[in-house]
Each structure stands twice: as structure tokens, then as C-alpha cells.
């Protein structure tokens, strides 16, 4: 009895994600990447630059460990970056926000009066799965969903406002 539950369950493990796939085109690196840019009126490249580097700081683990590269000079900024999986709801959702998490290159390109910002190489950390006898390993994955990306994408836009934010918190912090 078991090994036909387990079969079972191996049938629509393996099956369903075919069946899905088989609907659903994969999503391109450019599908995959996300990138917009956010007006700063009144701040000028090294304003941007500290400031996000402050914001970086303060949402990250570690602004050393994130950040790979960095050029006050240019403006820019990269870094990796990791978030919990968003989730806009349902039981299923609910399972990927507590387990699964978002792996991302970001990068913040400062001008006066703006910023671009750029998420590249958007992929999911998945937990290892074991359940009635089949057993996955911990694993990193392209996003292949477009509704995946779709979630992804409005959480990783919302740091743009968190950034002109910080902008304006940091001119108005150096005025003590």
C-alpha cells in the first residue's frame, strides 16, 4: 500500500511540472531581469552613491559581504542580495514565503537627479524536500514561472522608493 502512495505521489510530483512546463514558455535572462529608473530631484551622484551604500547597510546582513564592487567616482554599485520569497497569498504561497528565498545581483547607477536600478541573475534557493520517499536536494533554480517573476519583480521594485527615501533622509541627516 505504501509503495502505491508513494507512486502515486512520484506520478504527480514528476507529471505536474511537465504538464506546466509543457504549457508555459521558460522565461529568458530578460525576462529575468528587472531594471527602472527612479527620480532624485535635487541630489547629485555622490549623495546617491553614500546613500545607497547607507541603505545597503541597513537591509542586508552585511554591506561587505553583499557588496562586490563600487565606485564613488562612476556612482555605482553592486552587489548580491537575498530575500524571502514574496508571497501575495494562498496555502502554496505560504509554504515558498517560509522556505524558499530569492538569490540577486543588484546593481544602483547614480547621475544627478537619478538612479538606475538593475536586479540581474534572479534565481530561487529552494530547501532540500523529502516526502514519502522522494527526497530532493537543496538546489538553486532560474526562476521558470512567470508568476514567480511576476512576485519577484514588484518586491525587488519596491526598493527604488526605499532608496529615494534614504537619499532623503541622508541630506536631511547632515544638517545636525
Excluded at 24 to 37: A, G, I, K, N, S
Excluded at 41 to 46: A, E, F, L, Q, T
Aim: glycine share 6%; proline share 5%.
Amino acid at each position: 500500500m505504501k509503495s502505491i502512495k508513494a507512486l502515486t505521489v512520484a506520478m504527480l510530483f514528476f507529471a505536474t511540472p511537465s504538464y506546466v512546463a509543457a504549457r508555459q514558455p521558460d522565461l529568458t535572462d530578460e525576462d529575468r531581469t528587472v531594471v527602472q529608473v527612479f527620480e532624485a530631484p535635487g541630489s547629485n551622484k555622490d549623495e546617491i552613491f553614500t546613500a545607497s551604500r547607507m541603505w545597503i547597510a541597513d537591509h542586508f546582513k552585511s554591506a561587505k559581504a553583499v557588496i562586490e564592487y563600487e565606485s564613488k567616482d562612476d556612482g555605482v554599485i553592486i552587489g548580491n542580495g537575498n530575500m524571502a520569497y514574496p508571497c501575495s497569498g494562498g496555502f502554496a504561497c505560504h509554504i515558498r514565503a517560509e522556505a524558499w528565498h530569492v538569490g540577486f545581483t543588484m546593481k544602483v547607477e547614480g547621475k544627478d537627479g537619478r538612479f538606475r536600478l538593475s536586479f540581474t541573475n534572479v534565481h530561487l534557493e529552494l530547501p532540500p524536500y523529502s516526502n514519502v520517499g522522494l527526497s530532493l536536494p537543496a538546489r538553486d533554480e532560474a526562476v521558470s514561472r512567470r508568476e514567480d517573476m511576476d512576485n519577484i519583480r514588484a518586491k525587488l521594485l519596491e526598493f527604488g522608493p526605499q532608496l529615494v527615501a534614504s537619499i532623503g533622509k541622508a541630506e536631511s541627516s547632515n544638517a545636525w
